[in-house]
């Protein structure tokens, strides 16, 4: 089992046990954590579930694809450099202990 | 404020729920659904899950887990026989009762069928609402090749495209002059069928379906002009009507939906309504939307009036389409008599911006999440870059997006 940490805005974390396979945001969904909505349910049709990485898991990851990136480009809160869609990035073995940052929308 | 009973187990009832427990309530919840399943989502029944691509499973909104950790009270396959609104109770058909002092309707929408003058009785003939819609469809598409799709709209379209993906031959029988004609305007919906014939799909646009044919099971179909079709499978997606009867019998106000005010509420200052089957009166009008968007909005707006902190319903319409290798995103609502405004800028796919009396109301994109983005953005704060600007190919998209915002002169 993998352990993921998201981190909220106001500094809050909630540590949550993820599927390998699973993408970040059903993760996210399934442990309630906040700010991340994912109205489409993973269609990376509404950017509802953004997310900033560390900067080791989003060099190894490879760039998003484009349509992934034209939605960030424009998400409610401002794109970083290691901002991803969490429908978009599946969850692997060498994340674990990994911590993803909610941004303030 | 102690019990709420939510009616409905599905996106806008979850979401009450949910934002119940986030906005600290404290007290009992008994969400109760008739289907097998835990809450899920539906948009993919028409798309990946039919496809074969998404487990079960996956399409759960939350886990099983969830419900007990939030201390909600699932009970699924059950029915609701029957309320009394005197008495704050509901009657469920395992004949338990439960009281409530806050009762949520989220009962949602069920697939208009073929009248009865077409159907007879015959076997292969299918509407899409639920997963076991789906389990029912499934085998049969495996054994078909021909299928028919009756009706022009988002599900009727959706499937059209996964079924011919399938390998099947799919013909689409659209009585409107237009496919899509309630929902968007004439350029997206020549778009989309200009894709679908240029996969394969058969369109028959303004034809009905005068009669099926085939005994005990369907073999095809007689159109409104003569045309013989052979279909293995008929898929009807021809709307969806709210689930009102027990609002109705209860004597609650039901127009076009269960009628609400703003803040959710019923005709009885005890009794809510949330998503597709609530028609929300709103300073601008009548408001029923189907969609998932509205469901999680509209639930979470009932939980807030439950709990006394609710600021009302602002309606922030969108909705998005995949048919083949397109998806259509749509912010905002048209209106048939909209001036709508093409964009086709390099590298940017095609939009088509719609304006009312100046006035940018919403956006149709077709694979353009950039002009998606933007359009939304622009709506929900109310700014409206002058057709002309949105039309002139050679702006990006972003130069438009922070002139408009800063208030720049538009060219």
Redesign the interface.
Known sequence: MTTLTFIQPDGSEKSVAATEG?SLM?IA????V?GI?A???G?????TCHVVLPQDVFDRLGPPEE?EE??L???DAPREPCSRLSCQVNVTSDMDGMTVRVPAA | MNRVVIVGAGQAGLSCAAKLRTEGFEGEISLIGNEADAPYQRPPLSKAYLLGNLAADRLLLRPLGWYEEQRVTLRTGVEVASLDRAGKRVTLSTGDTLAYDALVFATGAEARPLPDTLLRGRRGVHTIRDRADIEALRPELDAASNVLVIGGGYIGLEIAAVTRGLGNEVDLVEAAPVILGRVACRETALSIAALHEARGVRLHIGQGVASLSGQGRVTGAHLTDGTEIAADVVIAGIGAAPRTALADAAGLDISNGILVDACGRTSDPSIFAAGDCACYRLPDGDLRLESVGNAIDTGEVVARSILENGAGYTPKPWFWSDQFDLKLQIAGRAQPDDQVVVREAPGEAKSHWYYREGALVAIDALNAPRAYQVGRKLILEGLSPSPEVIADASRPIKDIFNATRAALPAI
């Open positions: 699973r059903e969904q399934g442990a309630g906040a909505v109205e489409c349910g269609s990376a049709a509404c950017a349509h034209d939605m480009d424009f998400a």
